[in-house]
């Protein structure tokens, strides 16, 4: 098992250009190339804020990726609003969460749109964008005690008609809807057992060598002071930090408790 462990910053609808190269440059600062022998990093601000942010970072030379917080799965034409992979690609993204837990809620997502999203980002073999595909059960559901089963769902659906080869750089990501932006954390054996049961649908779907190379991710509420114990379960490979990724300081320390 050679899982690295990525964090990830989602900066959601937050920060204009001028304050987007401001963070960028305040983590860049911060932030150690060797690092990267252990950890993967990525920063996924607003679509109008990605290049300004990939800039500072070219001109730093920091092994800091970018990821996007959306994507359309057509290639062009008449769809207003929205954004491809060749242009998230023509800006420097090698990430892109996709089914985030605000977008299937508020933006009416379904698994049909992550699954398409999930195989436009991976289409081109070459210059694969990752998806860090987001899962999680509401408070109702986990209250149900079918937190287990609804999850397992939500990877399958998202990864209906892949197989092995093409997971290969996929992430998911277990983000308790429960535990987003409400200072309630999973506990680390919460966040835990989800994680490890996500990897045994993966094994099943892929076959347990490609599911022990994928990473899993947990996301809610994750900041300084909790990090460290999350990302010690052995399932848990890595972050997607929401409120605490909009601090250089917060972002960097549980960059830090990742190596
Ligand atoms: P918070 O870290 O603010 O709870 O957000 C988590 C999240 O939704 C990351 O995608």
Sequence with gaps: MTRRKLIAGNWKMNNTVAEAVVLTQEIS??????WTDTVDVAICPPYVDLKPAHTVLEFDKQKIAIGAQNVYWEASGAYTGEI??????????????VGHSERRTLFGETN?????????????KVQPIHPIVC?????AVRDEGTYLDFVDKQVRAAFAGLDATDAAGCVV?????????????????????????IRVTLGELFGDERADD?????????????????????????GLI??????AESFIAIVKAAL
Excluded: H
Aim: aromatic letters at 6%; hydrophobic letters at 40%.
């Design 112 to 124: 049909e749109d992550v699954n398409k999203k999930v195989k436009a980002l991976i289409e081109n």
């Design 84 to 97: 491809s992979v060749a242009m998230l690609r023509d800006v420097g993204c090698t990430y892109c969460i």
């Design 214 to 238: 994928m990473r899993v991710l947990y996301g809610g509420s994750m900041n300084e002071g909790n990090a460290e114990l999350l990302l010690a379960q052995e399932d848990i490979d890595g």
């Design 173 to 197: 990501a277990y983000e308790p809807i429960w535990a987003i932006g409400t200072g309630r954390t999973a506990t680390p054996e919460q966040a835990e057992e989800v994680c490890r049961a």
């Design 29 to 34: 600062n911060r932030f150690e190339n060797d």
């Design 242 to 247: 929401g409120g605490a990724a909009l601090k």
């Design 135 to 139: 899962v999680g059960e509401s408070l």
